[in-house]
């Protein structure tokens, strides 16, 4: 039997400890945040109830008038607070930006493992990848210079021509600085992160399978579609999930193209919106300066809410992949 | 393969983090030495190496940073000052936090946090001014409409909808005004400016006081495509070239900047009934018209002064200071400070002119001095 050294049994615990703390920081932060953003946002939770969610009404009051009291919280005169505008805008926004984003990141995944090779796939990988690393304020900026004065003068005006079909995209077009541009810019910073996992995914997938369909006569389209794709299911949801959490809580570039919407919810794809992430960022500042701070924890709580929504939306795809993961797998065995 | 183009990603991205590094330190490195020549040229003052960490508006923004940055280092070499535009909301709220000295705000404090925070100060520092610009194609360059607050608050409550509307064409006999939408663009972030302009609604349109009043960010009428909001100074001046038909407020510091994207600005009605433009001398009337009202703690609107020539939308640049400040830092702020309102320093002309600022009305510095004075008391 092999000596074990002191140090050696040191080091071991050393080991044991690090990894330890490490593994278990993940948990503590999430537990310690959501602990922080709930109890910031209780006396909102006082002030507002569930008007909270469905109000329409963002208002930090009269901060330069007198002070009020209602459900036992302080608040300036006429403060009141309905977060639906915010959250319909993340929520119109990131869907936009998924029904863009998933099918151009898939194609080009399908590209990346199956169809490039060398230095080719070496540069495109490189290029997907410092797409994903393009800081989201020079998104931002590029969206305001560029984007959304072509959304205004070309995309928008050729849309209004499906207003005949769906009311949705009627106009008018306005500065382009809206709902249409947030998705947009939402999709294209998604793009990345979808396509990094599924091209991994794809790679994944037994060559045999492959061959093996390719030596039954299918077509390309067929082997993806009917192959590879089913095998990569579970992995494809996770993925569209991870990009809409990232659409969702996206903040910077949304805010600089989304016109900022105030109390009024989008009546078409052109109107101006609002994320719940860009009004904290926008409003934190003129929060801080409420003097009985419940504009801050009215944010929190917007916060809280946001935190909820990537919960949920994670465990619809979770759920997703559950009911339909059975199926799949023995459709592949097969 | 893939582990392949990982590494090279890695890489390359660990390249750009080393070079943006490297010109950081290289940066500072000079700062220092350029900090050492100045001390051995000054031959050595007495006092100790100070930082004075300013933040907030992004009207004053362009004062600090462009002009009196680098004019201080010739007085007291050993202060250093960092300016940043943040917007006034982040101004104050930073300066009652205690993250920076020197909070830059066109807003004063309200009562509210006046009490909340008793050992903050409002120091004006120079007088300011707001303008109300447009982007109307045809119109002429030296061509400035008439407007008044009563029309820009039913223009921003989406009362007036059209350019060419009865009651803008009654304030501009003559003028083609254009059979086109109106697109109003405000700031969406915290911000000195919407104080202002809010300000100037409240007082000239009862809906708009009831219903909106005035702060650094108010509860917008929600008129949908016809609002829009931008981020700071820059975000509005940009919105603004882009968007035909636009009308907007920017503060008086990017006035050279706006006007050479083509923008126009209106000549707005004041209290007496006239329709003036923001000059030196209109600004200056203002300012003076309000001097004698001024309260010893200086927190006051000069929106709407009265008399003939008063440009409407004129206010105090306020440095936001907590008068609780130890030794050294007191001392460097007051000095600064006091040099900052000085006529013959940081209040002259050289520094005023090009930011389009006007220096505090002679009765109203001594009320700053006194203010300052209370620094570290």
């Given at each position: 039997m092999r000596k074990v050294s002191s140090a050696s049994k040191t080091a071991d615990k050393v080991f044991r400890v690090a990894t330890g703390l490490c593994a278990s920081s993940p948990v503590l932060f999430l537990v310690a945040i959501g602990i922080v953003v709930f109890i910031e946002s209780v006396p909102s939770i006082k002030f507002m109830g569930w008007h909270f969610l469905t109000g329409t009404q963002w208002n930090l009051g009269d901060m330069y008038g007198n002070l009020e009291v209602k459900n036992g919280v302080s608040a300036p005169a006429g403060a009141t607070y309905g977060a639906l505008p915010y959250i319909v805008g993340t929520l119109a926004s990131s869907v936009i930006a998924l029904l863009i984003a998933v099918p151009v990141a898939i194609f080009t995944a399908i590209i990346l493992a199956y169809r490039v090779r060398g230095p080719v796939k070496t540069v495109l990988s490189i290029l997907v990848e410092l797409l994903a690393g393009i800081p989201s304020v020079v998104f931002g900026l590029w969206g305001v210079i560029v984007l959304a004065p072509w959304v205004a003068q070309f995309f928008g005006p050729l849309l209004t021509h499906l207003g005949v079909v769906i009311?949705?995209?009627?106009?008018?077009?306005?500065?382009?600085?809206g709902l249409l541009s947030s998705g947009l810019i939402l999709a294209l910073m998604i793009v990345p992160i979808i396509t990094a996992t599924t091209r991994d995914l794809l790679e994944q997938v037994p060559i045999l399978y492959r061959e093996g369909g390719i030596g039954l006569g299918m077509t390309n389209w067929e082997v993806v579609r009917k192959i590879c794709l089913p095998y990569v299911k579970d992995g494809l949801i996770g993925a569209v999930a991870l990009g809409w959490g990232r659409a969702m809580g996206e903040t910077m570039a949304v805010l600089m193209v989304s016109?900022?919407?105030?109390?009024y919810l989008p009546h078409s794809i052109f109107s101006p919106i609002s994320t719940m992430a860009a009004v904290i960022a926008d409003q934190l500042d003129s929060a801080l300066t409420d003097a009985t701070h419940l504009a801050v924890h009215a944010l929190a709580e917007l916060a809280l809410v946001l935190m909820l929504l990537t919960l949920i939306t994670n465990f619809l795809a979770r759920w997703l992949v559950h009911r339909g993961g059975q199926r799949v797998r023995s459709g592949v065995r097969a | 393969m893939n582990q392949v183009v990982k590494w090279i990603s890695v890489t390359a991205s660990a390249a750009a983090l080393i070079s943006v590094v490297g010109c950081g330190t290289g940066a500072g490195n000079n700062a220092t030495n350029a900090n050492n020549a100045t001390n051995t040229a000054g031959g050595g003052t007495s006092s100790a190496q100070v930082t004075l960490n300013e933040t907030g508006s992004s009207l004053l923004y362009p004062l600090f940073n462009s002009q009196w940055i680098s004019a201080y280092k010739s007085v007291d070499p050993n202060v250093t000052i960092n300016a940043a535009s943040t917007g006034s909301g982040k101004g104050i709220s930073e300066a009652v936090a205690g993250t920076v000295q020197i909070g830059a705000s066109d807003a004063y404090m309200s009562n509210a946090l006046m009490s909340a925070n008793p050992s903050m100060l409002n120091i004006p520092l120079a007088v300011s001014a707001q303008q109300v610009m447009y982007n109307i194609p045809?119109?002429?360059?030296?061509k400035h409409l008439n407007l008044s607050g009563d029309v820009l608050a039913q223009i921003y409550m989406g009362e007036?909808?059209?350019?060419?509307d009865p009651k803008i064409a009654a304030l501009n006999p003559g003028v083609q005004l254009p059979n086109q939408p109106i697109t109003a663009i405000r700031r969406s972030d915290a911000s000195g400016d919407t104080f202002l302009f809010t300000q100037y609604l409240s007082d000239s349109n009862s809906e708009w006081k009831s219903k909106y009043k005035y702060s650094t960010q108010i509860s917008w009428p929600a008129i949908g495509n016809s609002l829009i909001g931008a981020t700071g100074n820059a975000g509005v001046v940009t919105e603004l070239a882009n968007t035909k038909y636009s009308i907007g407020y920017v503060g008086i510091s990017w006035l050279d900047k706006a006007t050479a994207k083509g923008l126009g600005y209106a000549a707005l009605k004041n209290h007496d009934g006239k329709f003036v433009l923001p000059t030196k001398e209109n600004i200056q009337a203002a300012a003076n018209a309000e001097a004698d009202k001024v309260p010893s703690d200086e927190r006051i609107s000069l929106i709407d002064?009265?008399?003939?020539?008063?440009?409407?939308i004129v206010n105090f640049e306020y440095a936001?200071?907590?008068?609780?400040q130890s030794g050294d830092m007191a001392s460097a702020l007051k000095k600064f400070l006091k040099w900052a309102i000085d006529p013959k320093g940081g209040n002259s002309a050289q520094y005023m002119d090009p930011v389009h600022f006007l220096p505090l009305p002679a009765s109203v510095e001594p009320k700053s001095e006194a203010q300052i004075n209370k620094i570290g008391g």
């Amino acid at each position: 039997m092999r000596k074990v050294s002191s140090a050696s049994k040191t080091a071991d615990k050393v080991f044991r400890v690090a990894t330890g703390l490490c593994a278990s920081s993940p948990v503590l932060f999430l537990v310690a945040i959501g602990i922080v953003v709930f109890i910031e946002s209780v006396p909102s939770i006082k002030f507002m109830g569930w008007h909270f969610l469905t109000g329409t009404q963002w208002n930090l009051g009269d901060m330069y008038g007198n002070l009020e009291v209602k459900n036992g919280v302080s608040a300036p005169a006429g403060a009141t607070y309905g977060a639906l505008p915010y959250i319909v805008g993340t929520l119109a926004s990131s869907v936009i930006a998924l029904l863009i984003a998933v099918p151009v990141a898939i194609f080009t995944a399908i590209i990346l493992a199956y169809r490039v090779r060398g230095p080719v796939k070496t540069v495109l990988s490189i290029l997907v990848e410092l797409l994903a690393g393009i800081p989201s304020v020079v998104f931002g900026l590029w969206g305001v210079i560029v984007l959304a004065p072509w959304v205004a003068q070309f995309f928008g005006p050729l849309l209004t021509h499906l207003g005949v079909v769906i009311p949705f995209f009627r106009g008018p077009v306005g500065t382009g600085m809206g709902l249409l541009s947030s998705g947009l810019i939402l999709a294209l910073m998604i793009v990345p992160i979808i396509t990094a996992t599924t091209r991994d995914l794809l790679e994944q997938v037994p060559i045999l399978y492959r061959e093996g369909g390719i030596g039954l006569g299918m077509t390309n389209w067929e082997v993806v579609r009917k192959i590879c794709l089913p095998y990569v299911k579970d992995g494809l949801i996770g993925a569209v999930a991870l990009g809409w959490g990232r659409a969702m809580g996206e903040t910077m570039a949304v805010l600089m193209v989304s016109g900022s919407a105030i109390n009024y919810l989008p009546h078409s794809i052109f109107s101006p919106i609002s994320t719940m992430a860009a009004v904290i960022a926008d409003q934190l500042d003129s929060a801080l300066t409420d003097a009985t701070h419940l504009a801050v924890h009215a944010l929190a709580e917007l916060a809280l809410v946001l935190m909820l929504l990537t919960l949920i939306t994670n465990f619809l795809a979770r759920w997703l992949v559950h009911r339909g993961g059975q199926r799949v797998r023995s459709g592949v065995r097969a | 393969m893939n582990q392949v183009v990982k590494w090279i990603s890695v890489t390359a991205s660990a390249a750009a983090l080393i070079s943006v590094v490297g010109c950081g330190t290289g940066a500072g490195n000079n700062a220092t030495n350029a900090n050492n020549a100045t001390n051995t040229a000054g031959g050595g003052t007495s006092s100790a190496q100070v930082t004075l960490n300013e933040t907030g508006s992004s009207l004053l923004y362009p004062l600090f940073n462009s002009q009196w940055i680098s004019a201080y280092k010739s007085v007291d070499p050993n202060v250093t000052i960092n300016a940043a535009s943040t917007g006034s909301g982040k101004g104050i709220s930073e300066a009652v936090a205690g993250t920076v000295q020197i909070g830059a705000s066109d807003a004063y404090m309200s009562n509210a946090l006046m009490s909340a925070n008793p050992s903050m100060l409002n120091i004006p520092l120079a007088v300011s001014a707001q303008q109300v610009m447009y982007n109307i194609p045809g119109l002429g360059a030296d061509k400035h409409l008439n407007l008044s607050g009563d029309v820009l608050a039913q223009i921003y409550m989406g009362e007036i909808k059209k350019w060419n509307d009865p009651k803008i064409a009654a304030l501009n006999p003559g003028v083609q005004l254009p059979n086109q939408p109106i697109t109003a663009i405000r700031r969406s972030d915290a911000s000195g400016d919407t104080f202002l302009f809010t300000q100037y609604l409240s007082d000239s349109n009862s809906e708009w006081k009831s219903k909106y009043k005035y702060s650094t960010q108010i509860s917008w009428p929600a008129i949908g495509n016809s609002l829009i909001g931008a981020t700071g100074n820059a975000g509005v001046v940009t919105e603004l070239a882009n968007t035909k038909y636009s009308i907007g407020y920017v503060g008086i510091s990017w006035l050279d900047k706006a006007t050479a994207k083509g923008l126009g600005y209106a000549a707005l009605k004041n209290h007496d009934g006239k329709f003036v433009l923001p000059t030196k001398e209109n600004i200056q009337a203002a300012a003076n018209a309000e001097a004698d009202k001024v309260p010893s703690d200086e927190r006051i609107s000069l929106i709407d002064a009265p008399g003939a020539n008063s440009y409407p939308i004129v206010n105090f640049e306020y440095a936001i200071v907590n008068s609780k400040q130890s030794g050294d830092m007191a001392s460097a702020l007051k000095k600064f400070l006091k040099w900052a309102i000085d006529p013959k320093g940081g209040n002259s002309a050289q520094y005023m002119d090009p930011v389009h600022f006007l220096p505090l009305p002679a009765s109203v510095e001594p009320k700053s001095e006194a203010q300052i004075n209370k620094i570290g008391g």
